[in-house]
Structures are given as structure tokens and as C-alpha cells.
């Protein structure tokens, strides 16, 4: 299969997605959907009643990918392949989303600190008859962390719109004690598994 071009679609707002996207030398167009409005999110980040967080996680991630894909039929753009990606933290089974104030921010640090937990990500590209999804687990553990540490980390901005109240990339990198699995799995988009499903999908990878 081979692409219009040497470019991509990519259907996320993170600016983490962004630059990990440009180290590895893909150029890309956004193509944001709605995540709020009058007529509400395109695709719902709800999880549903039962759903283990590898599910939501690949739900989401192919529900927005393949939004996406529709709207570039629908809008007559020039066909690319479209990434979507989802990234959730989970710890005793309990899925931790992004927090919604300076409570929740503090009340998942404590839950997490001197603790390992699971970074999930799901990453989705749809492209023609090409739909496929790969999915990342990194364990992070943190250090014990002192009120003072979650009291001035949850000052700044940097905890509330991730997942799980952190991210790996800005100051709570002092957090991590050890790390298996992606770092940039950790930040959103596994390098790795993007470029293997980007190849797939036709793009001229090394």
C-alpha cells in the first residue's frame, strides 16, 4: 500500500504526540476532533461499565482513529493515514484518568507514591482498508513522595491534563524510581510500535 504523500494525519491535541512524532522524522496535519460542545465529544472517553483498561484504552484509540478516517472521506481531504492514540495509568485495577482538580491531581500522587503502577497506550492508524492497532505497557514506579513534593507539583500545570496526574516528560520525571518498559510510551506514543503500524500503513520509514 502506498500513501498520497509522505505525511500523516493525527488525530490528537497532545503536544507530547507532536514532538515525539517530529524526533522521529514524520510530518503530519493535524486533525482534531471535538472533545466537548454543544453537541458534545465525537468520540467518548467514558469508560464503560466492566471495561478493563486495556479495553478502553484500544476502544478509544480505534474509535478515534476511525472518526478521523471519516471525516477525511467526508471533508474530500487527500487520504493520508490517520494516528490516533489513547494513554491511561492504572494501579489495583482501578483506571486513573486526568484529574478534574487539584484534589483528584493530589489524591492519585498519593496513591501512586511509593508505588508501581501501569502506563497503557493504545495507538490506532486507519488508512483505506487499513485498520490496525498496537498496544504498549510500561510499570513505573515511583519513590515515596512527600506532601511538600505533591503539594508543589499539583501548583504547577503540568498534572492536569494527563493521565494519572503526571507526566514523565516535565518535572515529575523526580518522581520515577524505575522504569520497564517505553518511555515514550510513557509520554503517549510508543516510537517503536508507531513506526512498525506507520510502515504497515504505507509510509517510508527507516
Known amino acids: 500500500m502506498k500513501t498520497a ?58 474509535e478515534k482513529a476511525a472518526f478521523a478516517w471519516d471525516l477525511v472521506r467526508r471533508r474530500h ?8 492514540a489513547d494513554t491511561t495509568v492504572t494501579i489495583d485495577g482501578v483506571i486513573l484518568g486526568k484529574p478534574a482538580d487539584r484534589a483528584e491531581a493530589v489524591a492519585m500522587l498519593q496513591q501512586l507514591s511509593g508505588r508501581t503502577h501501569e502506563v497503557l497506550t493504545s495507538i490506532a492508524v486507519h488508512y483505506k482498508d487499513f485498520a490496525e492497532q498496537r498496544m504498549q505497557v510500561s510499570q513505573v514506579r515511583f519513590g515515596v513522595l512527600s506532601p511538600a513534593s505533591i503539594a508543589a507539583y499539583c501548583a504547577t500545570p503540568e498534572p492536569y491534563d494527563k493521565a494519572g496526574a503526571y507526566g514523565i516528560q516535565g518535572s515529575a520525571a523526580l518522581f520515577v524510581e524505575h522504569i520497564e518498559g517505553s518511555h515514550s510510551g510513557i509520554m503517549g506514543l510508543p516510537l517503536y510500535e508507531t513506526a512498525q503500524l506507520l510502515r504497515e500503513a504505507g509510509l517510508p520509514l527507516p
Open 5 to 62: 504523500d509522505h505525511k500523516i494525519y493525527l488525530a490528537s491535541k497532545s503536544p507530547r504526540r507532536r514532538e515525539l512524532l517530529r524526533q522521529i522524522g514524520v510530518d503530519f496535519e493535524l486533525l482534531l476532533l471535538r472533545s466537548d460542545g454543544p453537541r458534545g465529544a465525537d468520540v467518548t472517553e467514558e469508560v464503560l461499565p466492566g471495561e478493563s483498561a486495556l479495553d478502553y484504552v484500544a476502544r478509544v484509540s480505534n
Open 77 to 84: 481531504l487527500t487520504p493520508r493515514p490517520v494516528l490516533a
